[in-house]
């Protein structure tokens, strides 16, 4: 919650998301569902501990960072990841409530950039002691208070855009079914904007071919990303190549 001990007015808070726009290059790319399953059991069956436990997301984002880090001179040292703990169960979360009922989970990353299982592993421990009930309530309490300070000062605040720190954001849990825009099956709300290393996760829509037909995304998962400028043709190079480009341990 480092981010929100420093406060901002209306019009700094618009100047600040503007250069963030301005400072990094939007990177657009889609994985099928097969391949992330794929990377997710290699990582399970390598990793040392709570092998069962990793998910796609885990293995999604820590592939994401090794990218990152083989474009960039400095390398990513932290994730934070925005969690729901809509469906924790704790006694003060209630589902049907409206609101982002959300935490941010900060994990260190292990010193190896490229070390896949290390950094997934990571985040899915840090994840894991977020997610209890003792935890959320002194974040909850704590953010709360630091935002109500914010509110009565008439001040807001930011994430700070950051070399070292890539913020995750995945929508891909919300199906927006009551929603149909003349599509099949649901419909993926797509979040606009990018921020410099701000990873933002989506379950793809379908998608039109060129007879007109809609066809059903089995699963893809889209993903969008800022980058540094002058970095976005490297980035989209090394996702071209695939999870083969990596390795993973």
């Known amino acids: 919650m480092y981010y929100l001990y420093e406060l901002y007015s209306e019009e700094e808070l618009r100047k600040k998301y503007s250069e963030r726009e301005h400072t990094s290059e939007r990177v657009d790319w889609f994985f099928e569902r097969q391949g992330l399953e794929t990377l997710c059991d290699s990582l399970r069956q390598r990793s040392p501990s709570a092998t069962s436990q990793l998910s796609i997301h885990d293995s999604l984002s820590a592939y994401i960072v090794t990218v990152i880090n083989r474009i960039l001179p400095s390398q990513i040292r932290k994730i934070k990841a925005t969690d729901s703990y809509r469906f924790s169960g704790a006694s003060f979360a209630f589902p049907d409530v409206a609101?982002?009922?959300?935490?941010?989970?900060?994990?260190?990353?292990?010193?190896?950039?490229?070390?896949?299982?290390?950094?997934?592993?990571?985040?899915?421990?840090?994840?894991?002691?977020?997610?209890?009930?003792?935890?959320?309530?002194?974040?909850?309490?704590?953010?709360?208070?630091?935002?109500l300070a914010a509110a009565k000062a008439g001040k807001s605040f930011c994430y700070p855009p950051s070399t070292e720190i890539m913020p995750v954001n995945s929508m891909v849990a919300i199906d927006w079914c009551s929603a149909?825009?003349?599509?099949?099956?649901?419909?993926?709300?797509?979040?606009?904007g990018?921020?410099?290393?701000?990873?933002?996760?989506?379950?793809?829509?379908?998608?039109?071919?060129?007879?007109?037909?809609w066809h059903s995304p089995g699963g893809r998962i889209d993903i969008s990303i800022g980058v540094p400028q002058g970095c976005r043709q490297k980035m989209l190079d090394i996702l071209a190549q695939g999870f083969d480009s990596i390795k993973i341990g």
């Open 99 to 147: 609101g982002n009922a959300i935490i941010d989970a900060l994990t260190t990353l292990p010193e190896n950039p490229t070390d896949m299982i290390g950094i997934a592993t990571s985040i899915r421990e840090t994840l894991t002691h977020y997610r209890q009930h003792e935890v959320i309530s002194t974040w909850m309490s704590v953010v709360s208070h630091l935002m």
């Open 180 to 192: 149909h825009f003349g599509q099949p099956e649901s419909h993926r709300h797509h979040m606009s």
């Open 194 to 213: 990018h921020g410099l290393l701000y990873l933002r996760v989506f379950g793809a829509n379908p998608w039109r071919g060129d007879d007109g037909s």
